[in-house]
Every structure is written in structure tokens, then in C-alpha cells.
């Protein structure tokens, strides 16, 4: 395994270094083309250096942790590497603990289960979040939320309010390290430095920001580092099924783990049960080995590659897309309008086209261009109404449609997302598109009454065609 990973991949590589990159898929006219993949923002496709330290990691697969055999030895070797491979991602300290988990949301979810919230206490989050920074704090205690400006920025003038407002009772800030709406990078050191001057705690959900900009959790104690950080593999390049919540250690105070069973404890007895100490308590059941291991191996690879590389090609990317985009007649960008891309922004570009629902744009993009882009509200509901200006008596409108059971007509956006492999070639072929679409350049569509979908008129490809089992 040593020697494969140590090839250190260079960016300009990576569009060849990535599994399927040259795909071929139907489209309309009856050729084929090849799948420009711009759906990075839900997950990345496996590295090729991912994939290679996988396949050899899988004649070492074998239980972990109390296996004696030299296997079950080598696969806890793996994993428990792994687990410091992202740790040193991630910038943690020896007062950090890493716990593996699906993916972010889980994370988070065995956070909110593990910090022992009380119902007077008050999470700070903002209304740019994912539902899953949103939602999991609710159980357990009361729930405040910070307003984003008019470009989906957080208002931090609006945060002080809310520190000075909730006083002493706020326990945590939960903020996400950047929008997978806008690409809006929150100023996450700066909010940390606030949390701590207010005896608050900060949660960072990383799981858009980890696979765009260098990460720093910082020491433990210190003003602006991070308490608390949740990321996820299947956006790294490493789509096994494995992420990570990074914690400081003597900040779970809650002791009853968020799952219970093997693993999870040192001893039980019909009436009495000790638990493990982090991670051990934390991991409930047979884990991840090999996603551990991709997710580990996808950590290394990206820091080889670095991130200032990273970045500007991204910025080289998303500024090349705003600029052809903005010039197209009846095409509305949502997030930040900064020309070129500044720090604060990462490469997820939301947009929609006048005159057309957001399903049939990112249909027509899918069957006649062959580029994979994602539509919808992006698990962000409340962030996509204020950016799209909706009112109280609009969101009561659409809510009372959706559970009539529209799935038609419903606000939404189409979601263009960059990862470390895309061209210049593939933002060209995305904006083409969208041109051709604003012409009305574009076969007939049909739309599926049950579920909302265009599908165009004859064209519909059987996938067991392409794989079959």
C-alpha cells in the first residue's frame, strides 16, 4: 500500500485520474457522449491513487481491533491508520478524537446525542444550513437562527444580536464551513473567536468545504480553533460509505453513546454496563474498514496535491462559468456577484433559466448535452427561499402544493458543482448548453405526472442495458 500512495498525484493529472472519467453515456440524437460529471457538490467520483490503495488493501480485509490472526492485525493496522491520516487532514491535535462514521450527517447526528444539551440551552445556527447542521439539535434543545444577507452570507452583525440576545445559554455555534448552494465560505476562524469570547462552543460541518480549502481544527483551547468538525469521504473523492466526526475529547460529556452495542463497551453485566472511551464508545458494530481506509487515502492524496493548487484552479473554473453565464440572456445566478471568485467563495454555481422549471433544465442538460448536474433544493430549503425571495404567504403556498402531492412547479434551482478534475472544456460544454436551452434549441419533453420528471419525448435508455447485474 506504501508504495502505491507515495506516487503523488498533481493536479493537472487528475482529469485522467479519476474512475469513469471518460465515461461515454446515450443521449438523444442516438450517440454518445462523454458524462461531464458537475454534480460534485453530492458526491466525487474514487481517485484512481484511491482506488489502487484499496484494492490492495482488500486481500488484508479481516475483522478489526481484538482478532488475533495477522490479518484481523493488518486490517486494525489500516483502519487505525486511517484514523490519523485524517486527523493530520483535518489540522487536529492529540486532543482531538476522531470518530468514524457514515458520512457527516451521522456525525453530527452522534454530536448533538453526546454534548448532554439541556432544554434551556440555545444552538446558534444560521439559515444557510444543511439540514443536517439544521435539524439535529432540535430534540434536544432550543434552536436560534442567524439571518444571510441578500448574496447568502452570514450576517455576523446578526450573530452578535443573537449572542447578546441568548446570553449565557447559548452551548454552540453550528455553521457550515462553506454553502453547497452558493459556495459561500463562512469566516469559520473569526466565528470561532466570537463563540469562545461568549463561552460558547463552535460545530463546523466541513462535508462541502474539506475537498476545496486546507482545514485547521487548531489546538485545543485556543481562541479560534474548531471544537467540533464533521466531513465525509464520498465528497473526497472516496465514495465508500466512510466520514468522520473530530472532537475534543472532554467535550462529550454525555455519557451514553449515540448507538449501543459491540465495540461500544469494556464490560457488562446483566445490570451494568461500562463504556469504552472515544472512539471505541462512539463506533457501534463492525466498522467501515476499507471505507476507512479510501477516506484516509483520499485525505493524503488531496494534501499532496495541495491546496493552493486546488483553489486556484477552482477559481480559474468558477470564474470562467460566472463570466460566460452572466452573459447569457434570461440565466439568474444566485450567491455572492464577485468577479472574479473571491476567498469567500468555492465552486458551486446556482442558477435558473427563465421560462423553465429547474427539473426540465437540468434534463435537458442531462439528455442532450450529457452533463450530470443536480436540481432541486439541495437539502437547504429555508437558504434557497431567502435567496429566492420567496414570502411567508409564497413558502405557505408551495408547502400546502407540495403535500397535495405537486411535484411539479415547486421553487427550486439547478446546481452546477467543480471538483479537482473538471476543464475549462466541461464548463464550456455546461454553459453551451444552457444557451442552446435559452434559444429553445432542444428536443420535445414530456413530464411524469408522479414524480415531476421531464423525460424527452421517445428517448428513455434502460439502464440494465449498461450494467447489468
Not at 473567536?193 to 460545530?203: E, P
Not at 465495540?263 to 464508545?281: D, F, I, K
Request: include cysteine.
Amino acid at each position: 500500500m506504501q508504495s502505491r500512495q507515495s506516487q503523488t498525484l498533481r493536479l493537472g493529472e487528475c482529469p485522467r485520474k479519476v474512475v469513469g472519467w471518460d465515461t461515454m453515456v446515450p443521449v438523444v440524437d442516438g450517440t454518445e457522449r462523454r458524462y461531464v460529471s458537475l454534480d460534485n457538490g453530492a458526491s466525487t467520483p474514487i481517485l484512481e491513487p484511491v482506488r489502487d490503495v484499496v484494492d490492495e488493501a482488500y486481500k488484508w480485509y479481516s475483522s478489526v481491533h481484538r482478532g488475533a490472526g495477522f490479518k484481523s492485525k493488518m486490517s486494525t493496522y489500516l483502519y487505525e491508520t486511517a484514523r490519523k491520516k485524517v486527523a493530520t487532514f483535518a489540522g487536529a491535535d492529540d486532543g482531538a478524537v476522531v470518530i468514524f462514521v457514515r458520512n457527516a450527517t451521522e456525525g453530527i447526528n452522534v454530536l448533538a446525542t453526546r454534548l448532554g444539551l439541556q432544554p434551556d440551552d440555545v444552538v446558534l445556527t444560521t439559515v444557510m444550513e444543511h439540514h443536517s447542521h439544521l435539524l439535529p439539535w432540535r430534540q434536544f434543545c432550543r434552536v436560534e437562527h442567524v439571518n444571510v444577507d441578500d448574496n447568502g452570507r452570514v450576517d455576523l452583525d446578526h450573530l452578535q444580536l443573537k449572542l447578546t440576545e441568548c446570553g449565557s445559554n447559548v452551548r454552540l455555534i453550528a455553521i457550515s464551513g462553506a454553502s453547497n448552494v452558493t459556495g459561500v465560505v463562512p469566516p469559520v476562524s473569526d466565528i470561532a473567536r466570537i463563540a469562545h469570547q461568549h463561552g460558547a462552543l463552535i460545530s463546523v460541518d466541513a462535508a462541502q468545504l474539506a475537498p476545496h480549502r486546507k482545514i485547521t481544527m487548531g489546538p485545543s483551547g485556543a481562541e479560534d480553533s474548531i471544537d467540533f468538525l464533521t466531513f465525509s469521504g464520498h465528497k473526497m473523492y472516496a465514495p465508500l460509505g466512510s466520514g468522520a466526526l473530530i472532537a475534543r475529547r472532554e467535550l462529550l460529556t454525555q455519557d451514553v453513546p449515540h448507538l449501543r452495542g459491540g465495540g461500544t463497551v469494556s464490560w457488562v453485566g446483566l445490570e451494568e454496563v461500562v463504556w469504552n472511551p472515544s472512539p471505541g464508545r462512539d463506533e457501534a458494530g463492525s466498522p467501515n474498514v476499507l471505507g476507512a481506509v479510501a477516506f484516509g487515502a483520499a485525505a493524503s492524496i488531496l494534501g499532496e496535491i495541495g491546496f493552493e493548487s486546488i483553489v486556484e484552479h477552482e477559481r480559474e473554473l468558477t470564474t470562467h462559468a460566472l463570466d460566460r453565464m452572466r452573459r447569457i440572456p434570461g440565466v439568474t445566478v444566485y450567491g455572492p456577484a464577485d468577479v472574479p471568485v473571491a476567498e469567500d467563495k468555492m465552486g458551486v454555481i446556482c442558477f435558473n433559466v427563465e421560462g423553465y422549471a429547474h427539473e426540465h433544465v437540468a434534463s435537458i442538460l442531462a439528455n442532450e448535452w450529457g452533463v450530470g448536474v443536480r436540481n432541486g433544493r439541495f437539502c437547504a430549503q429555508p437558504y434557497l427561499e431567502r435567496l429566492l425571495g420567496l414570502n411567508k404567504d409564497e413558502v405557505l403556498d408551495y408547502r400546502t402544493r407540495m403535500f397535495g402531492g405537486e411535484k411539479f412547479g415547486l421553487p427550486g434551482m439547478v446546481r452546477a458543482s467543480f471538483g479537482i478534475y473538471n476543464t475549462i472544456e466541461d464548463v464550456d460544454t455546461l454553459c453551451d448548453g444552457i444557451e442552446a436551452i435559452t434559444r429553445g434549441e432542444h428536443v420535445e419533453y414530456d413530464r411524469d405526472e408522479v414524480t415531476g420528471d421531464f423525460i424527452p419525448r421517445g428517448f428513455e435508455p434502460d439502464p440494465a442495458d449498461y450494467f447489468r447485474w
